[in-house]
């Protein structure tokens, strides 16, 4: 629909909302009505319609659309499925933007009469130049203006805040809903999301002012060119996209003929996207809870990745926040000896003023002024560049220290404006009264010590990712191949070295005296390999002779590999036996590329022999990429030291290697339409000045 004008601001953010099928009755129409009572600020401009009811819960029911007065914007349906059709048709007699459907029984079910139905809701949306959220749906909450145009009723708190919520599931949006800690700017429940796509409402999230931080539940994509797009801006406007992504465990279905194919999975593919745009991926709801709030309620971002200082009243609790911190990689700050000093004179003799972390005892926790000079001296550090403080907020406050803690911390952050949060020790039902005053101090209460340092780990690679780096495009197909044909290894290398990748081609020979000229004009030593289309793994089928150093032993190579093939592979149809200059030993990478068939060409580069058959040490990203990019992708590979000169070894040359693979991904994403997968394996990579040498390749294409 992306060549419509619809009006999703208008949809979202609507002056008058009309629910349809308003009733009494327990079920998603009668909870929306309940919602409206309890929630609506504003209840002059909802109207129930009914035909058969004339009030409901006291409110005056219209018996249908025509009769409302005024203009509607948002309509709410709540009846059943045959009835969706015309409603749509007389809503926008009406003027609206679009419509909730909550019924189901669409493409969800799997049945032919399901998907039509569907379809059927898709044309008419289309037609009317409408938005649809749904079918089989909960619908929307929007918080900022009080738009309840939501089923299911909840314990009754404030929960405004501004993250933005866009979820293929409504459970998992009541579930955040339900939790005591969570606080939306929207939230939206997109079901099936055919006729509107779950990637135009999460645009509507990143372009929104009130909305800090867009937070998703991901299950597919329908949408992959709106998805880009909405990455790209999130990037370029800096704003957090946080993003759960279910299918973590999928097993690539088709076998791959390449080892490109079979370690690029579609899981791998999301890593390799979020990791390009920036977007920070979760593993559960409790750590998307945290990490969203974080980001949420920073009083300020940091300006670069942090060096922190923790402080906590224990020991204890000082020795889990050195090992959590280590396990994700979080650096503390070394103390200036002035703040150390500053310290040893506001604490007690027994207390050590180092940042260990840093373990103030309990005793400034019943002097508010002691509490807010200590924080303060570290806050002045220059060393330090955000602050944790260890503060567990239970629901029942018996202990009026907690009360003195927070005065301390308050008159802290008066005097310094460096970020500042709360650890918990132990995730419990937290203190209303407290945790919204720290909302409002701008100090996140961190969840539970392990979501805690995960949701900082995203803050440090969030602050120290930069867009203006990177290549925010894909090189996404439009349209599919069919069918697939692997090229041999000649095929294979020609059309890369038409694209710009340095290759060295060999030559073929199809009779023993040809080979042994190709040789002597080569240089010795050579290779000779068997040159078939239908001939993928060489060495299997004994088409492969290594280290040749003179004519005899290039003709006898060439009537030994052809007796091999008689032999081992008599169907095979072969144009002859490549011969190639035999490359100089050096450490073996693999450099690839496959191609996602919503996302386009991912290029993969690792450590070639047993670090891929065992180790799987590769990395993926989208294609195109930039120098930097490539660089940084073998930066993260584990193996990674071994290029760089490991016990004396002679570093290798990572410009080179980089620049190898920029022009992998120019490749792939040129042949975005035919790419299927292609490998360079093994890509023999040397020190400093010394090219890397493409010793076989093999492109598979589709039509």
Excluded at 388 to 410: A, W
Excluded at 618 to 635: G, I, S
Aim: a negative charge.
């Amino acid at each position: 629909m992306g060549d419509q004008q619809m009006d999703i601001k208008r949809f979202l953010k609507p002056s008058t909302i009309a629910v349809i099928g308003a009733t009494e009755k327990e079920g998603f129409a009668g909870g929306t009505c309940r919602n409206v009572l309890q929630y609506a600020g504003d209840l002059d401009n909802v109207y129930f319609v009914n035909p058969k009811r004339d009030e409901v819960f006291g409110k005056k029911c219209y018996h249908s659309l025509d009769e409302i007065e005024t203009g509607i914007d948002t309509v709410v349906i709540g009846t059943p499925k045959a009835t969706i059709v015309p409603l749509l048709r007389q809503a926008k007699e009406k003027g609206a933007a679009g419509a909730v459907v909550y019924a189901s029984g669409y493409s969800e079910i799997g049945t032919d009469e399901g998907r039509a139905d569907e379809q059927e809701l898709v044309d008419t949306c289309k037609e009317l130049d409408m938005c649809l959220l749904g079918p089989n749906c909960c619908g929307f909450v929007n918080y900022i203006d009080g738009k309840y145009c939501w089923a299911i009723q909840h314990p009754e708190r404030d929960r405004r805040g501004s993250v933005g919520f866009v979820s293929q599931s409504g459970q998992i949006c009541m579930s955040l809903m339900d939790s005591p800690n969570m606080t939306f700017s929207y939230c939206l429940s997109c079901g099936n999301s055919k006729a509107v796509s779950e990637e135009e409402y999460l645009e509507f999230l990143v372009e929104d002012e009130d909305t800090k931080v867009v937070a998703m539940y991901m299950e597919g994509v329908n949408n992959p060119h709106k998805l880009e797009e909405c990455f790209r801006k999130a990037a370029l406007l800096k704003k957090p996209m946080v993003v759960l992504k279910a299918g973590r465990s999928e097993r690539a279905s088709a076998i791959a003929a390449s080892h490109t194919g079979s370690m690029s999975g579609t899981d791998a593919t999301y890593d390799a996207l979020f990791r390009k745009y920036g977007v920070i991926r979760v593993d559960d709801m409790q750590e998307l809870i945290g990490t969203s709030l974080l980001f949420a309620d920073l009083r300020k971002m940091p300006e670069k990745r942090c060096n922190y200082a923790a402080i906590c009243l224990s020991g204890g609790e000082t020795a889990i926040c050195a090992d959590e911190g280590f396990k994700v990689g979080i650096e503390y700050a070394d103390f200036e000896e002035e703040t150390v000093e500053k310290l040893k004179g506001l604490l007690p003799f027994y207390a050590s003023p180092r940042n260990d972390p840093l373990d103030i005892t309990a005793t400034p926790a019943y002097q508010p002024e002691v509490l807010a000079d200590t924080l303060l001296a570290v806050m002045e550090d220059p060393n330090v560049d955000m602050v944790l403080l260890g503060f567990t907020l239970m629901d029942e406050i018996v202990d009026n220290s907690f009360y003195i803690m927070f005065d301390g911390i308050k008159m802290a952050l008066e005097k310094s404006d460096k970020p500042f949060a709360c650890l918990n020790f132990i995730e419990m039902s937290r203190n209303a009264d407290l945790q919204s005053r720290f909302t409002k101090l701008g100090v996140p209460v961190l969840p539970c010590i392990k979501y805690a340092f995960a949701a900082l780990k995203h803050l440090n690679d969030f602050v120290a990712y930069d867009p203006e780096v990177r290549t925010l495009e894909l090189a996404i197909p439009e349209r599919k191949p069919k069918g697939r044909t692997a090229l041999s290894e000649y095929s294979s290398k020609k059309l890369l070295k038409e694209s710009g990748v340095e290759i060295d081609l060999g030559i073929v020979c199809t009779d023993a005296e040809e080979a042994a000229k190709a040789a002597e004009k080569l240089g010795y030593p050579v290779v000779a390999k068997i040159e078939s289309d239908e001939i993928l793994h060489k060495s299997d089928v004994g088409g492969v002779r290594l280290d040749l150093n003179s004519a005899e032993e290039v003709k006898k190579a060439f009537a030994g590999i052809m007796e091999n093939i008689a032999a081992n592979a008599p169907n095979a149809k072969v144009n002859g036996v490549l011969i190639q200059h035999m490359a100089e030993k050096g450490r073996e990478m693999i450099v690839g590329a496959k191609s996602d068939p919503q996302f386009g060409p991912m290029v993969l580069a690792g450590l070639g022999g047993v670090f891929v058959e065992v180790f799987k040490d590769a990395v993926l990203y989208p294609a195109p990429l930039n120098k930097k990019e490539a660089l940084e992708m073998l930066a993260s590979l584990k193996s990674y030291k071994l290029l760089t000169g490991y016990r004396g070894e002679e570093a290798c040359d990572l410009d080179a290697v980089a620049e190898m693979i920029v022009k992998i991904g120019d490749f792939a994403a040129e042949n975005k339409d035919r790419l299927i997968e292609m490998d360079i394996n093994p890509l023999l990579v040397y020190p400093k000045g010394k090219k890397p040498a493409a010793v076989d390749a093999l492109v598979v294409l589709g039509e």
